[in-house]
């Protein structure tokens, strides 16, 4: 067996690693790899694997022994390839530990900058800088990200909202800023640093009780060892649940040599992303500080420059581009850029410092983007020749068609709003909702049902949960590239950052503007297309759809073979959801007439019926429903044709249409001339201790024969009146709740002799529908070969299967599914992605054996699953025909659908 390698060098040219190796070396250090490779400039480094993390946490925190001979030869090459030695007194190497997952967690992990400096080092770095400022600037910071990180948080020490060693060193900062009357830290010279790094390390010693490092190698083994710590930090943890991230992972640790984007006016660093993040717009975008180190524009601390002229905005107009201030080193980048979009061909996010002049790349990687932009740069893309049609239908997530679709401020009306204060605009769409402070005020407020604005100074990444919770997100603080714009926006959240007019005051829980003052539970309104703060409550409309759009899903359309319907009642929902796509209805939900609006005479109609103590009182009911339930199918029907409509018989219990009020029972009773005790005998009679596995369904059918007729009557009469009318229509009869033929059997033939009537009635030889059944049962799965004997068609109600699967109760669920997934007992509520494991298993089952029988067997999916892009893909590779849900949802099946298709193609 060879020996295990554990890191790997990149720069001078070349690199021993590649950007494909990101589960090895992270998605930092695989791309810096890649970009050394490419001839670009980037400090010389090396990689930890992945693997070290692993090791790290399978062996009580220690590392594989091969480890530090592997890491100080890499340094020897570093050494070699920067010409400078770690620890040298002359003339210092100083490297940065950098943390790098898989997949990119913007802000959620630890760097440390500027490793290496000590009291042995300082005199001669100044020496050989003549740069005493820098100097002590360069040491100020690496105290005070050493102490945060390796110190305080990956020692596991708890410290109070506000009284981490990094606030304290922030205030003594500030206080100096503020005694010295400088407007930022590039103003504080070189004395007031070098006396403030002395006092940080006197008050580190006093709160963490242990003295800051005045070893170069010690600094650079806690740096990697609080990188390899911070995977588990809580903050890194929430956001691997969010965003679905295996804690097994593990992250890479990247050790490189600094370069320096604060030794004066010629030294400058920066974001950038190759294309507009928030619009895709084909412009290079971006952010720069002068005489400042990367973290400085991430963090959100100053508000940066803008790169270009092109991109200037109503915030940064007055602020010098760097296309301006360095033009040279601006076409360099642009060259780069354009190099590294063409090699990646995708957009990337980029991060670069400027040291005297000289342009070094930090990162790229591929650059998280709205729903707009998404959809932008892949359309922009494929035009431009540098993506096939099959890449820019995966470019897009199908999660982020919801945003495209989603609601924004009314124009109409935000012309008469009330603006308070203008931001950048970080996160698109719109949101209206009351103000909180904090990220667990806005937790709280979610789980309560309620949406709300989380307010925030400058959001940092530990606000990320109450971030995801919120409905948008304003900061006073902070550009387009700073940790809270780039979360909200892989998230398509409305987002405003940078809204410097807002005065917010966490403690007080305000805001003070322009003498006006708002406070916890007011309510504002945010436009994070356009960056634009109303008071009060502005009305929504929906998100118009846009050629762009449509173009790109007719592209999607043309690719995939899975059929996609909605789940419909009404005609309106009907219409709405053909706007978006669908082509059939897979559910129509016959009881839904009797909620609702319009549904008084047919609920009490239906009320009648049920409360009948004989089947002729019973079917003189059902006759005077009739033509209530008649006209509810034909209006969808109508509107649907010459789309298919699976229109399902009666499926909820009878007793959940029965009043439990006592005054609604009166009036019941008094209508239908019967006593009051008569009617809460029957009300007795029919109710269940498990109504979910109760009497409903087809067992209705069984029971109440005349209800089955009555309905399969409405169905048929419907659908050839409006065949007669010249509309082509095709109802699918769909049975509940099965689970034996014998049941089909029952109800077919019922079916058969209604159908023989309606045709006899209206002299005509037959009328074309469907007969089927829904799968919900798991027994129905198991005997689908004999099932699907009597039926024409499945469809898997997904619901009902997983609550039978699991015997998980749908409606109880609240109760212990969070501590299923808290615990990671399960990986995600199987109500909402199918559990491919189980439920999977009896659909699967299910259509082989169906279609064992019957070949030509039509199978869809009408459960909440049928939106879901995982499930879709799953509904996909079994082979159904169709999947069907929610009318807003159809669009993203579209898409999940298209997908699934060219990750696995299908005839
Ligand atoms: P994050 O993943 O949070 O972006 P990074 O590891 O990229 O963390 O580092 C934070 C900032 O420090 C970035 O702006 C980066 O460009 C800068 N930085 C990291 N290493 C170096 C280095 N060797 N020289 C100069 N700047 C660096
Ligand atoms: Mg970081
Ligand atoms: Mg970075």
Same mark, same amino acid.
């Given at each position: ?6 890191v ?8 021993? %690693? ?29 990689t ?13 925190r220690?590392?594989?022994? #091969? ?11 570093v ?15 100083? !490297? ?15 760097t ?7 009291s ?31 110190m305080?948080?990956a020692?596991g ?13 922030d ?11 400088? #407007? ?16 940080? +390390? ?18 650079l ?20 649940? *969010? ?8 992250t ?9 984007g ?5 030294s ?17 975008? %971006?952010?720069w ?15 940066? &420059? ?5 991109? +200037? ?30 090699h ?10 400027i ?29 431009e ?34 603006? *308070? ?8 769409g719109?949101?209206?909702?009351? @103000? ?5 005020? =806005? ?26 919770? #919120?409905? %948008? ?5 902070g ?19 940078? $809204? ?13 503007v ?8 007011? @309510? ?21 759809? &846009? ?26 929902? $009907?219409?709405? $959801? ?7 209805i897979?559910?129509?939900r ?23 103590g ?14 209530? !339930? ?16 699976? /229109? ?33 005998e ?15 369904g ?6 109440f ?6 309905? !399969? ?13 010249g ?11 099965t689970?034996?033929?014998?049941e ?19 002299r005509?030889?037959?009328i ?8 919900? *049962?798991?027994?129905? $799965? ?30 109880? /669920? ?25 439920v ?7 259509i082989e054996?169906?279609?064992?029988t019957?070949? &030509?067997? +039509? ?6 699953h ?5 499930? @879709? ?6 082979g159904?025909?169709? @999947? ?6 159809v669009?993203? =099946? ?6 699934a298709?060219?990750?696995y193609?299908?005839?």
């Amino acid at each position: 067996m060879t020996e295990t390698k554990y890191v790997y060098p990149f720069g001078g040219g070349s690199a021993e %690693g590649r950007s494909d190796m990101k589960n090895l070396l992270g998605g930092k250090g695989a791309n810096l790899a890649e970009m050394a490779n490419l001839g670009i400039p980037v400090p010389a480094g090396f990689t930890l694997t992945t693997e070290v993390c692993t090791y790290y946490y399978d062996h009580g925190r220690s590392y594989p022994p #091969a480890l530090e001979a592997e890491a100080n030869a890499a340094m020897a090459k570093v050494e070699q390839i920067m010409g400078k030695r770690f620890g040298d007194p002359a003339d210092p190497l100083l !490297v940065s530990v950098r943390s790098g997952a898989r997949s990119s967690m913007p802000g959620m992990m630890e760097t440390v900058l500027n490793i290496g400096l000590c009291s042995a080092t300082i005199p001669g770095l100044i020496a050989k800088t003549g740069n005493p400022r820098f100097v002590y600037d360069a040491y100020r910071r690496l105290i005070m990200m050493y102490s945060d990180v390796v110190m305080e948080k990956a020692a596991g020490v708890e410290v109070a909202e506000g009284r981490g060693i990094r606030q304290q060193l922030d205030r003594m900062l500030e206080e100096v800023k503020h005694a010295r009357g400088c #407007a930022s830290d590039a103003e504080i010279g070189a004395d007031d640093l070098k006396d403030l790094a002395e006092r940080f +390390k006197a008050t580190i010693r006093k709160v963490l009780r242990k003295p800051f490092p005045d070893d170069p190698r010690e600094q650079l083994w806690g740096g990697i060892g609080a990188v390899f710590a911070s995977w588990n930090g809580k903050r890194a943890v929430s956001y691997r649940r *969010i965003e679905g991230i295996p804690d097994d992972w593990g992250t890479a640790v990247n050790v490189q040599a600094m370069v320096f984007g604060n030794m004066g006016g010629g030294s400058a660093t920066g974001v950038a992303f190759t294309r507009n993040p928030a619009t895709g717009d084909n412009r290079f975008y %971006g952010e720069w500080l002068a005489n400042a180190q990367g973290e400085d524009v991430v963090a959100g601390i100053r508000t940066p &420059n803008p790169l270009n002229e092109a991109t +200037k905005n109503e915030q940064n107009a007055h602020l010098p581009s760097l296309e301006t201030a360095m033009p040279e080193v601006y076409r360099q980048l642009h060259d780069i850029r354009d190099h590294l979009e063409r090699h990646f061909t995708d957009m990337q996010d980029i991060e670069f410092t400027i040291q005297d002049g000289r342009l070094w790349m930090l990162q790229t990687r591929i650059g998280k983007r709205t729903g707009t932009a998404a959809l932008n740069v892949a359309m922009d893309m494929l035009a431009e020749g540098m993506i096939s049609k099959e890449t820019a239908v995966l470019r897009v997530k199908p999660e982020q068609l919801d945003e495209l679709l989603h609601p924004i401020v009314d124009p109409a009306a935000e012309k008469g709003g009330d603006l *308070i204060a203008k931001g950048l605009p970080a996160g698109p769409g719109g949101a209206r909702g009351q @103000v909180v402070f904090t990220a667990e005020a =806005a937790v709280q407020a979610a789980k309560e049902g309620k949406g709300v604005l989380l307010v925030r100074e400058e959001t940092n990444p530990e606000d990320v949960e109450g971030m995801r919770a #919120a409905v %948008g997100i304003l900061t006073a603080r902070g550009g387009m590239t700073s940790h809270a714009a780039l979360v909200a926006r892989g998230w398509g959240k409305c987002c405003i950052v940078g $809204a410097g007019a807002l005065d917010i005051d966490a403690v007080a829980r305000t805001i003070s503007v322009n003498g006006r003052t708002f406070g916890e539970g007011d @309510v504002l309104t945010l436009n994070g297309t356009r960056g634009l703060v109303y008071a009060g409550e502005l009305p929504m409309i929906d998100a118009t759809e &846009n050629p762009r759009f449509v173009d790109f899903m007719r592209i999607a359309d043309s690719i995939r073979v899975l059929k996609v319907r909605t789940n419909a009642d009404t005609p309106a929902d $009907a219409r709405n $959801a053909i706007e978006f796509g669908a082509e059939g209805i897979g559910l129509f939900r016959t009881e839904h007439m009797f909620y609702g609006k319009g549904s008084e005479e047919p609920l009490f109609l239906l009320r009648k019926m049920i409360m009948a103590g004989t089947e002729k009182k019973r079917r003189a009911a059902l006759n005077e429903l009739f033509p209530f !339930v008649k006209r509810d199918i034909k209006a969808t029907l109508e509107v649907m044709s010459p789309r298919p409509v699976t /229109i399902r018989l009666l499926d909820p219990p009878l007793h959940e249409f029965v009043p439990q009020g006592k005054e609604e029972r009166k009036k019941l009773a008094k209508a239908l001339h019967v006593s009051q005790k008569k009617l809460a005998e029957r009300a007795a009679e029919l109710h269940e201790s498990n109504p979910m596995m109760g009497h409903r369904g087809v067992r209705l059918g069984v029971t109440f024969p005349e209800i089955s007729e009555m309905q !399969v009557r409405a169905i048929l009469e419907a659908a050839l009146e409006l065949r007669q009318a010249g509309l082509e229509v095709f109802p699918e009869i769909m049975v509940p709740v099965t689970g034996m033929k014998a049941e089909l059997d029952n109800q077919l033939a019922l079916a058969k002799k209604v159908h023989a009537e309606v045709c006899a009635k209206y002299r005509v030889d037959s009328i074309e529908h469907l007969y089927g059944t829904m799968i919900e *049962i798991p027994r129905a $799965a198991l005997t689908a070969d004999e099932i699907a004997k009597s039926t024409q068609f499945f469809s898997f109600g997904t619901n009902d299967l997983t609550q039978m699967t699991f015997g998980f109760s749908r409606d109880d /669920i609240g109760g212990f599914l969070p501590d299923y997934l808290d615990k990671k007992i399960l990986p995600v509520d199987p109500f909402q992605v199918i559990d491919r494991d189980s439920v999977g298993v009896l659909i699967r089952t299910g259509i082989e054996r169906g279609r064992s029988t019957r070949p &030509n067997l +039509k199978v869809g999916i009408c459960g909440e699953h049928g939106g879901e892009p995982s499930s @879709v893909e799953f509904c996909h590779l079994v082979g159904m025909d169709y @999947v069907s849900c929610s009318p807003f949802r159809v669009p993203i =099946a579209r898409l999940a659908a298209a997908q699934a298709q060219i990750r696995y193609p299908r005839k």
